[in-house]
């Protein structure tokens, strides 16, 4: 909100797509806990779930049978994933899936792109998206210079760039974002994800995919599906925990029987499978069915196409790049195909539109530099209300 010079909105409720802030105001939220909801807030078999589980307990520190449930079903959704391990946040699932890769190549130094976000670990933290480029820290404080220097940063859909930062590292892993959106929605050009794959392969570093966004999201099987790129390893979260503090990290069962107490990587957090987080996301798995990815896609194509005709009408110049429940509104004049990009953007004219959207009960991300969340929960009414909202505000910057 800062960045849109707004005070911050305080949250007091929400249900399906409509949010109340602690002054009364209604909003149509565009955010969705940044992707961690898919249903909505408030979904009552999401609700029911999570009170059923918490009576009989809310964590054990010990195996429950629904986090095998859970784990089966994720594995039988994500094509490269045999084998995973549960945490409490996304964070924690590329710390851990990093240290594995290591583990397993023997080497330290991990290439990630310009733009991309992986949560707040310490070496990943250099040109992040999302909350470090909405408040412009470009490397972040605290942070040890081994863990930094052993991080190298290419620029996203930038093949030869990728060919050269793997002849001249000796990587333990190939970091990436599949279809990056804390820089914006970035998908990658053809051929991109293939490259990344190839050069893996060539060279013996692990290909890793940060799906947390991008998992049961832009296709049931995540990007990994939608494209037919198979990673060595995959980090989900948002999604994965229904709402709830769920995150994890899997792959193949040979590299996944490197984790303790199976191997010897160690890894592992005591609220880690926490029953409430298991339920609810097994609540929103079953909601999760083949024709809701139908339902999700063409909701986003009439917002994305209605943004267009409105910005195209009042005569503002941008570029909405979207993909199933994934949408950015670039102010660019040029399509945004990286993180140098989408910095070349009119964040100014981003800024007044997000507040002239705000003032009309329409809450999306208060940053350029993230992805609005189209949800299941969103209905026709909202997404033309929506427009007519965004059609008003072009409006209001072009005069
Ligand atoms: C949100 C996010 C993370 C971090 O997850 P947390 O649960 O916030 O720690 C990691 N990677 C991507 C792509 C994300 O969007």
Known sequence: MRSISRDPIFIAGGAGATIWDADGNEYIDWVQSWGSLIHGHAHPSVLGAIA????KGTTFGAPTEAEVVLAAE????????QMLRMTSSGTEAVMSAIRLARAVTGREEV??????????????LAQAGSGLATHAIPACPGVLQAAAGATVIVPWNDPEAVVQATERHQLAAIIAEPVPANMGLVPPRD????????????????????EVITGFRVARGGAQERYGVMPDLTILG???????????????????ERIAPAGDVYQAGTLSGNPLAVAAALATFELLDTPAYGRLQVLTDVLADGLRDAALLAGVSVQVQAMPGLLTVFFS???V???????????QAYGAWCRALLARGIYTPPSQFEAWFPSLA????????TVQAAAAAFGELAS
């Open 337 to 347: 195909g990286d993180y140098a990009g989408a910095m070349r953007c009119d964040l």
């Open 52 to 55: 059923t589980a918490a009576g």
């Open 74 to 81: 994720i594995a039988q959704r994500i094509p490269s994933v």
């Open 111 to 124: 290439l990630k792109f310009a733009g991309a976000y992986h949560g707040h670990v310490d070496g990943l």
């Open 238 to 256: 948002k999604i994965a925990g229904g709402g709830l503090p769920a995150a994890a990290y899997g792959g193949a069962r040979s590299l996944m």
């Open 333 to 335: 004049a040029e399509p």
């Open 191 to 210: 051929d991109f994800l293939e490259l990344l794959r190839e050069r893996a392969d060539r060279t013996g570093a692990l290909l890793v995919f940060d």
């Open 378 to 385: 969103h209905t026709d009414e909202q997404v033309s209300r």
